[in-house]
C-alpha cells in the first residue's frame, strides 16, 4: 500500500532505519506497521488512490486528483508552492501533454 503526505511534513523513518523528508501531497511507498496506525490515527497520512499514483515518472491520469497532478508538475521542475496553488485544470493544461 502507498501512502499521502497530508501533513505539512511526515518524517518516515525508512526499512534502512534512517529518516525520509515526505512534504504535503508526496507519496509514501512504505511505512512499518507502527508508522502506518499512527500516522493514519493522527491524519498525518491517508491511503494514495492508485489512480493518483504517478509511475515510473508517468504523467497522473487526467482524473487523477490535484495533488497528484501538483506532484507531477514538481517532478517536471515546476515550483511547489506554484503547483499546489494551481488547479487540476491548468496543471493538465500546462503538463498534461507534454
Do not use: C
Request: hydrophobic share 40%; glycine share 8%; charged share 30%.
Amino acid at each position: 500500500m502507498t501512502y499521502q503526505a497530508v501533513a505539512p511534513l511526515v518524517l518516515v523513518k525508512n526499512q534502512s532505519g534512517q529518516v525520509d523528508y515526505h512534504y504535503q501531497g508526496w507519496f509514501i511507498p512504505w511505512l512499518s506497521d507502527d508508522q502506518r496506525e499512527r500516522f493514519l490515527a493522527e491524519g498525518l497520512v491517508v491511503e494514495a488512490d492508485a489512480a493518483d499514483i504517478p509511475q515510473g515518472g508517468d504523467r497522473p491520469k487526467k482524473t487523477a486528483t490535484q495533488k497528484a497532478w501538483a506532484d507531477y508538475a514538481v517532478s517536471q521542475g515546476a515550483d511547489r508552492a506554484e503547483a499546489d496553488a494551481a488547479t487540476r485544470e491548468e496543471l493538465i493544461e500546462l503538463y498534461g501533454d507534454k
